[in-house]
């Protein structure tokens, strides 16, 4: 009896060594981040204040979001990316303040991950079409709103229209 006991003990210690191991190479990003946690991680690392709004969009290997105050004037953005292999999460890539996402629509495409959209919308983008020649595919956004958009990287020629119906600029960057 006084065997089987501690044959208990010993394996219930090391069940728990195992938990705790387990917990703390988890809460440490190791694995990435989960998607549920994504914003929250953005606003601790880059020191966003919990006021400033969100636009974010997310696919299975990119989440690209946009952070900005109520006048619309500040913004910081942040791309998280999963990596091949071992990791149930996504792991910050990018971020900061960029001009063109002030000004105008920003295109950040990221190797085979995907193109990441963001805009304050001061052009008052209201349409996304991308046409990959085998089909088209239209986006509505709202023009008075700062939106977040993400492609894949394959996804063919992207087109922005206006409110008018005019054609927005897209400025892009290849990571």
Known sequence: MKGKTEKIILFSGVLLIVVLLFLIVW????????????????????KIDSSWQLSQA?????????????TTNNCVYSIYLKRDGFSFGYFFRDGGINPYIQDSV?????????????????DQVSRIVVDNTMEEK??????QEPFVVVLPVNCGEIT????????????????
């Open 27 to 46: 809460n440490a990003g190791i694995f990435g981040i989960s998607k549920s946690r994504v914003e929250q991680d953005a606003r601790e690392n880059q």
């Open 106 to 122: 920003h295109g950040i495409v990221y190797e085979d991950r995907g193109i990441a959209l963001l805009s304050l919308n001061e």
């Open 58 to 70: 997310t696919n299975e290997n990119m989440c690209a979001m946009l952070f900005y105050d109520e």
């Open 160 to 175: 922005m229209y206006d409110a008018q119906g005019n054609v927005v600029t897209l400025y892009d960057t290849y990571m």
């Open 138 to 143: 239209t986006i509505d956004v709202n023009p």
